[in-house]
Nanobody, 127 residues
């Protein structure tokens, strides 16, 4: 069983960049496809980005395409979400998640396909 510990996040002005990280322990990160989700106050959790086990496939929600980048460093057992050109509507608690489903190039955008979750990291973008 893998444990996910998130770091990063914080408060930034609109237009700035921020990175959130998700470090895995207990199991090798390369055993999992990874995803990032977010939940704003009063809203349901939504998909942000996903990356396959080998890192060769990525998948983004339309509202972050061109602004956010998901990446992974299996040697460091860490997955990253680099967020650029942040907007106030990006304000949310961000969660990383891991799934053992699929093969080397599979990516998943449905939260119910993920088995393990990080604790959540607050990202606040001021206008």
């Amino acid at each position: 069983q893998v444990q996910l510990m998130q770091s990063g996040g914080g408060l930034v002005p609109a237009g700035y960049s921020l990175m959130v990280s998700c470090a895995a322990s207990g199991r090798t990160l390369s055993d999992y496809s990874m995803g990032w989700f977010r939940q704003a106050p009063g809203k349901e959790r939504e998909f942000v980005a996903a990356i396959s086990r080998k890192g060769g496939s990525t998948y983004y929600a339309d509202f972050v395409k061109g602004r956010f980048t998901i990446s992974r460093d299996d040697a460091e057992n860490t997955v990253y979400l680099q967020m650029s050109s942040l907007k106030p509507e990006d304000t949310a608690v961000y969660y990383c998640a891991a799934t053992g489903l699929g093969y080397s190039y599979s990516v998943y955008g449905n939260q119910y396909e993920y088995d393990y979750w990080g604790q959540g990291t607050q990202v606040t973008v001021s206008s």
